[in-house]
């Protein structure tokens, strides 16, 4: 898919953060972009933010990617409007710090339910057209998280383990049918999931991981660019 004019992606996670620069910068390129995030408000100010900029156009979904039901209407209603989903950037996250002695149980099933539920749901909401139709790409938002543990971060690193393990095995399941499996693994960005932690250097901005998906995306058809990982100088 050398050329996005006229393509249609759905960002998950599009509220916020890396997500909405993605959103953003695939509009610039002519892209239709589903936006998806639970939060109906903000994902309202960046459907309007793109379809006043004259390039591209942006539809908002309100989605809760933790629930299957939800995601399944997510992808029915970008069908609705665009017929077909060329993209999805599975990109919708949570980073709830803490041990595994804290015993914080909900988080973990938070973190569980939407850093790795969530992408598989929305794979398999997109996949059997992209198929039948031997086109597509999914990229999948990991992190660095997804390569190394700190001793606070076992069980997000855990989940972004499991995004990479399901971005390395889909890439597997899906040679040769056309469909490409892009994961990409930032370092720190400068986002509302870094929270107030204190850094000691700059770090990088949402939009870097923005150009790593136009570039995965403008790759001539045959290249499947399967990992990215961007850390910070
Ligand atoms: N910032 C970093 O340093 C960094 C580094 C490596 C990887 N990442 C990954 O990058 C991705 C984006 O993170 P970010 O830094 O941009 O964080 P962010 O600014 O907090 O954005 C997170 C996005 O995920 C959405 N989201 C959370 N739970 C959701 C749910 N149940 N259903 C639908 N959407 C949901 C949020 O929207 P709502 O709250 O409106 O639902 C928001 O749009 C995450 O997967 C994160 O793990 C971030």
Redesign the pocket.
């Known amino acids: 898919m050398e050329n996005l004019s006229g393509k249609t992606a759905i960002v ?9 620069s993605i959103a953003r910068r695939l509009a610039k390129e002519g892209m239709n972009v589903v936006l ?4 109906a408000e ?2 309202a100010d960046v459907e309007e933010e793109i379809n006043s900029g004259g390039s591209g156009e942006a539809i908002a979904v309100p ?4 629930d299957q039901s939800s995601v399944r209407a997510l992808v029915q209603q970008a069908r609705n409007a665009y017929s077909a989903v060329d993209v999805l950037v599975n ?5 709830l710090a803490g041990t595994v002695r804290s015993g914080k149980t909900n988080e973990w099933d938070s973190m569980i ?3 790795i539920k ?1 992408v598989l749901y929305g794979v398999d909401a997109v996949l059997p057209e992209m198929i039948q139709r031997g086109s597509g790409h999914l990229l999948n ?5 997804g390569h190394e543990v700190t001793k606070t971060s076992t069980v997000y690193s855990a989940t ?1 383990f499991a995004v990479r393990a399901i971005s390395m095995g889909l890439e597997k399941e899906l040679a040769r049918t056309g469909v490409r499996v892009t994961n990409i ?10 929270g107030s932690r204190s850094v000691d250097r700059k ?2 901005d ?1 939009e870097n991981i923005a150009d790593a998906i136009v570039y995965a995306l403008t790759q001539p058809a045959h290249v499947n660019v399967n990992e990215i990982t961007i850390r910070p100088v």
């Open positions: 998950t996670g599009a509220s916020s953060g890396i997500g909405k998806a995030a639970r939060s903000k994902l989605t809760d990617m933790a990109n919708a996250g949570q980073m339910d939407v850093n969530g938002i990991d992190s660095v998280s972004k693994s930032p370092g720190m960005v400068d986002t509302p999931l870094m770090i990088l949402p």
